[in-house]
Each structure stands twice: as C-alpha cells, then as structure tokens.
C-alpha cells in the first residue's frame, strides 16, 4: 500500500544496503545480519498481531563498541580486547530490546574511546558522510557518521568529555550527554575518569532523539546513580546564559556568528529571557584533572586486558604511560580537586536555568588528525576542542548538541544547551525554538 509503514524486514535490508554504499565511511565494526534478520522477523509478527513492543518496534540501530551487547564482540576500539565477547547486555541494550529495537551492530570508536577523531589499529578511520576527507569526530565517530549518512535512525555512544556532542555538531544531527545516571548501567569496560562518562544517544531529529530518551531513561537498582537523578522542574520561563568564549580560547568567528544567530532566534521567544554570560568554571584546571584521571584510568584498565601481548596505539600507550609519574598522593589530591572545583562551578552557576555556548570552538578538521591544526587562524592547543564541553563531564550535567546553519563552506556546526541535573526536557523546549535554523 503506497505510504505503508515499511517493515521491519524492509527496514533491516534498507540499513544493510545503506551500509554497502557508505563502506568507505567505515562506520560499523562489526555486523549482525542474521541476527537483524530474525530479530525484525519477530518485529513484523507483533506487528500483525496488533501488538508491538513500542512504537519503534523493529527499527534497526547500532550500539558503541565500547558498550556491551551480549553475544556480540566488545572491542573498545583497541587490539587489547580483540575476540572478548560479553556474555550480558548493559541495561541501555535491555531497553531497547525491550522496546523491540533491531540491533543492527557496533560502531566503531578510537582505543578507549579517548580520542577527538575515531580511528583505530583494528578498524581503521572513519570519515564524515559530508566529506570523506574530514572526521566525524569522536569518539562516538562511529555512531554520528551512520546516523547523519541514515544508515539508522538512532545511536548509542558515550560522552566523557564530549564524545557524543562533537560528533553531533560535526556531522549536523542531534546528541544528548544525559544527566549522570539519567540513562543507567551496569556492565561494562572499566572506567577512563571516575564518573565522567555517561551513556549517550544521536539522533537525526530532535523528536526522535526525544522519543528513545524516554525509552533508555529511568532509575533501575543496579546503578545507584540513576536513584539519585532529580525530577524536571518545569519553568513558566527559561533564563538562558550565553557564554560566547572561555578563558580567552581561540574560537572561530564563522562558530560566534553561528551562536549568536541562534541565540537572538531564542530571545525572540516569549518564555525565554535570554543575558550575557561568563563561563563558570576554569579550562585549564579542568584539563590537568582530565590529564591525571584518564593517565591513570587507563593504566589501570590496561590490567583487565582480554590480550595481554597485544599492541597498543601510539596515544593510549604514551597516556598509560604517564601514570608512572602520577603518585597515589598526586592521584588523591586530584580527586579531591575535582570535588572542589564541583563546589566552585556549582556556586558559580547563578540563577540560569540554561547555558549556551559552542559545543567545539571550530567546525570538522582532516579525518585522520586527532584534532584540529587550526582554531580561528591560531595554532590549536592541546585539548582545544574540549574548552566547552570537558567542564559538563565533571559536573555531571545533561547538555545537547544542536545543529544550526553551516559554516561558509558547509561543514556542519552546533550549539550547546547545558542545564542542572534531570532538566533534559528543558534542553528540548530550547532545542525546538532552533529548528528553523537547521531544517530536516
């Protein structure tokens, strides 16, 4: 019937032909066809049975490689875990079952998933569907490549110091670092920096990026964190701070022509009352944290290596390494740093309801380059691209990536929406008010 609803089996074979013409994207580490197949077999029989799991109830997706399906590899992008195959899903992969999502396969993710672009020694580099020459970024790299190429509707990654949102803002779709513990987990890979990583999702819409963060979220009993998670506070209106630059960082003037676009677009909403802001936190102390934390975080996951003997790339070697130098006493004392600049930023905060700033100060850069040369015609320093995004980690906070109107020569660029804990919603009712500026 012209403008049926394909099915499910329709929808599995579109995805796989999808992922034969966008190979050279490199997008997907591992394939599951037979299992899509009967997954989505099962799908159409609740379908004609009048009784689906939910409304996405055989859509094909895909989940992180550093992210555990049962039945299905977990490489963590590094030759160090080659052949480990868990045996459970994580909680988020339950849901979705749940709901009868289609688990196409896993999307590819630099070693540890610990880099700004996605390129690693097993699976090679992945390239934006804009441009084959410039990264998706990472290191969900993987996840917002297929889903801006459509080779799915939807993706899981992970965000532990702005995997999901650069992704998004590099290739035009939409990604959502949720509230620590919003989106709960249980198994996994060990963690790079205490509490910073979180379960993330990129959509193509903003409404479908909408409808699978109500099937992931919730509380559920095996991640205490997703207990503690506090409720959405509806507001008749919205105060929004606009942070246009950190510290005096390099930010590219076609990137402040975007933010400024966007946030006269939502000054111009009755309910949102729209000021001038500051950046409440310091990026530099942020960055020798995240130095410390990760140096030692993935030391110590080196430990639990699958492969012993297996050959680690240049980045994750060098970073391991550092852990030599880094004390007990120096890793405590950073700890307790990181539970004192919490206390600053959270103080420092004001009477915002909402932060908007640049996800990244500049746009995509060459695939194979772990970041940009450049930002704003300055040479870029180390971390560059994390100036606005590594502070949301450390406090825990939702934040979102929307994209806006492209940059000159059409590299995609998005904004950042970052709120108090629980107040996704928020971030969605700003979000709608931009849709105009990037129409799908």
Known sequence: MTGAKPTSAQQVDQALAALETYAELNTFCHVDPEGAHRAAAASDKRWAAGVPFSAIDGTPISIKDN?????????????????????????????????GAVILGKTNTPEFAMSANTDNLIF??????????????????GA??????GITEFAVGTDSGGSIRAPASLTGIYGLRPTNGAVPRAYGFPPMALDFQVIGLLAKTLAKLKQYFELVAGPDVRDPASLLVPGYIPRSQVKVALVRGVNGEPVDPEALERLDEASEQLSQAEDVVLAPGHAPYEIDEIRRLWGILTAVGSASALRHAHDQNAELSEGVRILSGGAEEISSADYGNAVNQVSAVRRSISAAWGDADVYMMPVIPTAAWAADAGSP????????????????????NLMGYPALSVPVRR?????????????????????????EKLLSLYPV
């Not at 555990?68 to 480990?84: D, Q, R």
């Not at 090679?124 to 790299?141: E, F, I, Y």
């Not at 059409?410 to 969605?428: I, W």
């Open 124 to 141: 090679g580099v992945t390239r934006n569907p804009q441009d084959m020459g410039l990264t998706p970024g990472g290191s969900s790299g």
């Open 144 to 149: 917002s490549a297929s889903v801006a190429a």
């Open 373 to 392: 040369a450049t930002v704003a015609g300055q040479p870029a320093v180390p971390g560059a691209i994390s100036a606005f995004m590594a502070w949301v």
């Open 67 to 99: 992210l555990f399906v049962g039945g299905m590899p977990a490489t963590w992008g590094s030759k160090k875990w080659v052949g480990f195959v868990p045996q459970a899903d994580d909680i988020v992969v339950e849901r979705l079952r749940a709901a």
């Open 407 to 431: 940059y000159p020569d059409g590299r995609h660029f998005g904004v950042q929406l970052v709120a108090r804990p629980g107040q996704e919603r928020t971030l969605f009712r700003l979000a």
